[in-house]
């Protein structure tokens, strides 16, 4: 527990220092490194790590989106996740450094976000095009702290990086 907190503080702090750009695909790209602490018996990435990283990715861009203030503050936003697919298409090894690819779109229904995230080789080690590891779908909701919903439209409208970010689903 206490290193996912550390590595989620180190993510927070990342996005200050280095803000995370919008692709001319509306991804955002962020390389990780497999740890042996993420590693299970048989020497690759444990299932479970591949949803924390994920949600490392997501915790990089809070500070861009300037919404860390109202999740810090009596508001209290919280991001939920409500439901998860992950797709496992080839281990990721020890030490192994490797992207993931996010985007996130909202529907007509705005009150989910869907984020997907793609486990992609390091361009540094690819070959041609990069190697899939994973694909982690991920359907989440924004909520107060009094539980109230928050509709993404409303994020959306609040944040130059959303609106950057965020592609919405035809209807």
């Known amino acids: 527990m206490l ?61 861009p989106s300037d919404m860390l203030s109202r999740t810090l503050s009596k508001e209290g936003l919280l991001f939920i996740a409500a439901e998860n697919k992950v797709k496992y298409i080839r281990p990721i090894n020890p030490m192994q450094k490797y992207v993931i690819s996010t985007t996130v779109t909202v529907d007509s229904e705005d009150k989910w976000f869907y984020y997907k995230h793609s486990f992609l080789e390091h361009p540094d080690d690819a070959k041609g095009k990069q190697k899939s590891f994973a694909i982690v779908d991920l359907k989440a909701v924004v909520k107060k702290k009094n539980g109230k919903t928050i509709k993404p439209s409303v994020l959306i409208e609040d944040s130059k990086f959303y609106q950057e970010w965020v592609t919405k689903k035809p209807e």
């Open 3 to 63: 290193t996912h907190t550390l590595r989620t503080v180190h993510q927070i702090m990342k996005g200050y220092i280095s803000r995370p750009t919008v692709s001319p695909e509306k991804a955002i790209v962020i390389p990780f490194r497999c740890w042996p602490i993420d590693c299970d018996i048989y020497f690759h990435m444990n299932n479970s790590k591949y949803l924390a990283t994920a949600e490392l990715a997501r915790w990089r861009t809070l500070p």
